[in-house]
């Protein structure tokens, strides 16, 4: 309850008229840090959702500063963080992204950007989680039926963001969503929402997104076609063919909002710092806090860490630019740290031209 009242009296002391426009972003960004974890009780759909691949972060550059990238996305990557920053591609961007995760699961991720003057930046992107063919057992036979199955997550998506504004864009993803393990899949389509404000000091700007918003999913498939016997008194034992139903399960929906701006600036270095804020449908908030240096507009340090997840807790990482004809080609690397799992690596590169 006192985190409670101390939330709401930021709340009103933030909205007075009075204030200054400094003072009021100095008030949301302690509202970002107070509100998620003082004001609100525990999340009770904790491991409700489904489509768990479409939450797992996917470019280097984002991941290395903790997922800390709603209000700072501006390349192709970010139609995965907040399609609004695709506004911030000045003609085209390509970006790979691949992560090895445990066992033999991996992560990749491809995205395109084409902007046009005056109309605006048109986006398409794709996510594989996929895993190596695993070999069947049953009781009868536990070393193996000869048979093997194995499981892929698919994303398609295709977006579109303009500015509303010289310092105000906005952006959507319309995308279809599909899980399947051996013969059984499920599929819909989602939608993404997001918005950038740029606030003009220090490159200060404003991020939201809304991600993963649609219908429930449910499996279906040949393996769940079964025989039943609708009345087993019959001499005869008449057999009907018949399906097994699954329930239905929510895509992950959340909602996240983030600020970022340049702490410092010299001639041959820069530091950008960011803070991001979700709130997950099927679990509690989670609160991300990421830096990137930049040293003589080539080589990038970043950092991050990850506050409210089960596992996941630090990440590094490095960037290096190229010039490559009138554009350039980006090579980044991150290293993520968990509690409880073995760390991974993730690896992108970029293309601007």
């Known amino acids: 309850m006192k985190n409670r009242m101390k939330a709401f009296h930021l709340r009103f002391v933030c909205a007075a008229d009075q204030l200054p426009m400094m003072a009021r972003i100095a008030c949301i960004i302690v509202l970002l840090g107070v509100v998620p974890f003082g004001a609100f009780a525990q999340n009770p759909n904790l491991g409700t959702s489904g489509a768990q691949f479409l939450k797992i972060p996917v470019g280097a550059r984002a991941s290395a500063m903790g997922g800390a990238f709603i209000a700072n996305a501006n390349d192709a990557s970010s139609l995965f963080w907040n399609p609004a920053g695709i506004v911030n591609v000045a003609s085209n961007d390509l970006s790979f992204s691949h992560t090895s995760l445990w066992a033999t699961v991996s992560l990749d991720h491809a995205s395109f950007v084409h902007s046009i003057e005056d109309l605006g930046s048109f986006g398409v992107s794709v996510t594989v989680l996929s895993m190596g063919s695993m070999e069947m057992t049953t009781e009868e036979q536990p070393e193996g039926t000869g048979e093997f199955f194995d499981a892929q997550d698919l994303m398609i998506g ?9 310092d105000f864009g906005v952006g959507i993803t319309a995308k279809y969503v599909e899980e399947r393990i051996w013969n059984e899949k499920a599929s819909g389509i989602a939608f993404d929402v997001g918005t950038q404000y740029r606030i003009g000091f220090r490159d200060l ?3 939201m997104s809304m991600m993963n918003f649609g219908g429930d999913m449910n499996y279906g498939g040949r393996d769940l076609s079964v025989k039943y016997d609708q009345n087993s008194q019959l001499s005869y034992n ?23 701006m340049t ?4 001639d041959q270095l820069s530091m950008l710092v960011a803070v991001d804020v979700t709130h997950p449908n099927d679990n509690d908030e989670h609160l991300n806090l990421g830096s990137e240096v930049k040293i003589f507009d080539r080589l990038f340090l970043r950092g991050g860490y ?3 997840y089960d596992t996941e807790r630090a990440t590094f990482g490095v960037g290096i630019d190229a010039p490559l004809g009138d554009g350039k080609i980006a090579f980044d690397y991150a290293y993520a740290v968990y509690n409880l799992l073995p760390n991974i690596n993730r690896f992108s590169v970029g293309i601007a031209f």
Do not use: Q
């Open 158 to 166: 295709a977006s579109f963001a303009r500015k509303l504004t010289n």
């Open 205 to 207: 700007t404003l991020g």
């Open 238 to 260: 008449r057999l009907a063919p018949a399906d097994l139903t699954t329930d239905d399960y929510p895509l992950p929906l959340h909602f996240e909002v983030g600020i970022s």
């Open 263 to 266: 702490a410092i600036t010299t």
């Open 306 to 308: 990850r506050f409210g």
